[in-house]
């Protein structure tokens, strides 16, 4: 893992330039949003998220999060079914300002089109250059 | 280059704080987070800067005459070193701003205008003056303003001074010194708690020392209590919570102060001022719609603009000002209803995004007043 002036960005993880982050776990993947999304919005106090069974697009919304002063849509990076809606984050959504990247993971999603979606993301490498032109 | 324009504190916000603009001024929206400050206030002390306010001194023998005619609230009533909330309004009955007022001597007022309306409100003043004998002097730029509030923010500026602040009442102030520093002191606040409003005088933006000074010893006198700098996020929320309104958001010129719940400050048996006769009209037709208190019963959190919907579906009204509550941990907010739909305990919709969510009207504030607020019975935890 690396720091970006103060935000992190592991490694082995995939990331979209809506801030969200993908990790791939066998055939399905997992999904949340960045260290540098939570802590622009700060204090998040709701996660509105899918229910499973449903499915989502590349690209587009599926869910909002809420901090005190505003209102954020979250942008799937990947299309496919989702399995398991972390309901964690449901009930004490302060564990996306605490573990973005662990306990405050949002989605696991059964991908529908991984290998040919998977060139629209960035890896950690064009992930950490994006984050140091976020800051400038 | 840079245009926004700055408060006396403007070096110590950069330092510690996440800036915003807000009517022109760069200003900290928060220092830890809104949510940590806005608890400190309710249940100890904060410190706000507010310099972005604007600062009115109005003198001359027809003073008080000059003002009865512009505001609606009663000023004969109004002692020295009293304060008091009022609105005034234009010949609609539509409110031009809300504010409190100073009666500092028995012919010289002080009138605190929102930051949105310093300059509207003092053109306002000097166009309506024609035949009165006063001064209109607006003194914004070479006074800091800052607002001590919570429970404990009596304690916190005891220890910097050596005039017995039990002494001012509610709505009073008195100038004395603060950290060495001359100041008037009221006991006044946008927070809904018990606190003060400080006024700093002789210091312009070229010259901000007195303004840091008694920032600082605030902020170290208040250490004991746990004490915030809060800004203007948590300020936001606070008087949410305190159901005060937002000039720009829960009123405007095309609001009456009959329709925004603020009758209390409309005096009808006082002799002409301007808007009255709309307003002695509307409160004898009756008013149509009614500012209301909205409590999410569901998820999700109202925002300013969000439409109102009865149970049919049917757009009724749309909030005006919206948050997460940090106190009650749920989503409230303040919007216009119809006033055959404004009664307390009604159940009504809230559309987020292309959902309805489920909102009760309540009344203001949000809060328990035997418990938190100025009118508070328990101790603070």
């Not at chain 1, 499973?52 to 697009?57: C, E, F, L, M, R």
């Not at chain 1, 972390?86 to 989605?107: A, F, I, R």
């Not at chain 1, 060139?119 to 800051?135: C, D, G, R, S, Y």
Request: glycine content about 8%; hydrophobic content about 35%; charged content about 25%.
């Amino acid at each position: 893992m690396v720091k970006v002036d103060g935000y992190e960005v592991p490694e082995g993880l995939y990331y979209t330039k809506d801030f969200e982050w993908l990790k791939i776990e066998g055939d399905k993947v997992r999904v949340g949003i960045t260290d540098y999304a939570q802590k622009q919005l700060r204090e998040i106090v709701y996660a509105e998220l899918p229910s499973p069974g449903t499915t989502i697009k590349q690209n587009e919304p599926y869910g909002t999060v809420e901090s005190v002063k505003a209102v954020s849509d979250l942008v799937a990076p990947i299309s496919g079914e989702i399995l398991e809606v972390n309901t964690e984050v449901q009930s004490k959504p302060e564990l996306l300002n605490e573990d973005p990247y662990g306990k405050g993971w949002l989605l696991i999603i059964k991908p529908s089109n991984l290998q040919g979606e998977l060139p629209n993301l960035m890896n950690f490498n064009q992930a950490v250059e994006w984050h140091k032109t976020l800051i400038k | 280059m840079d245009e926004n324009r700055k408060t006396q504190l403007y070096g110590v916000h950069q330092k510690t704080a996440k800036l915003t603009v807000f009517a022109g001024f760069e200003m900290p929206l928060w220092y830890k987070g809104i949510i940590p400050e806005h608890l400190a206030v309710r249940n100890s002390v904060g410190v706000f800067d507010i310099s972005h306010m604007g600062r009115i001194i109005i003198t001359g023998e027809d003073a008080e005459r000059f003002l009865n005619y512009l505001i609606t609230n009663d000023v004969s009533k109004l002692l020295p070193n009293s304060a008091q909330y009022s609105v005034m309004c234009n010949e609609e009955g539509g409110i031009i701003d809300d504010f409190v007022y100073y009666r500092l001597e028995k012919n010289k007022f002080m009138f605190v205008s929102n930051a949105t309306n310093r300059e509207k409100d003092y053109n306002w003043l000097v166009k309506n003056a024609k035949g009165f004998k006063v001064r209109i002097e607006e003194v914004s730029d070479s006074v800091a303003m800052l607002a001590v509030q919570g429970p404990n923010a009596e304690k916190t500026l005891q220890k910097i001074s050596s005039d017995d602040l039990s002494k001012i009442e509610r709505f009073k102030c008195a100038p004395l010194r603060l950290a060495d520093v001359d100041v008037l002191l009221s006991r006044t606040g946008y927070t809904g708690e018990e606190g003060f409003e400080v006024f700093i005088w002789n210091t312009p933006i070229s010259n901000p020392d007195n303004a840091v000074k008694v920032w600082n010893a605030i902020l170290d006198a208040g250490k004991p209590y746990g004490i915030e700098p809060c800004g203007l996020g948590a300020r936001d929320t606070l008087r949410l919570e305190a159901g005060m309104c937002l000039y720009g958001n829960d009123i405007d010129e095309s609001t009456t102060p009959l329709e925004a719940a603020l009758g209390f400050v409309v005096k009808l048996q006082k002799d002409n001022f301007v808007g009255k006769e709309a307003l002695l009209k509307q409160k004898n037709e009756g008013i149509k719609r009614k500012r209301v208190g909205i409590r999410m019963l569901e998820q999700g959190i109202p925002r300013p603009s969000f439409e109102i919907c009865d149970n049919a579906g049917e757009k009724i009204g749309h909030m005006t000002s919206g948050t997460f509550s940090p106190l009650l941990k749920c989503g409230i907010g303040m919007a216009y209803v119809p006033t055959s739909q404004a009664q307390e305990g009604n159940i009504l919709n809230v559309k987020i995004r292309d959902k309805f969510a489920k909102a009760k009207i309540v009344p203001f504030p949000f809060y328990d007043p035997e418990k938190y607020g100025y009118k508070r019975k328990m101790p603070p935890p």
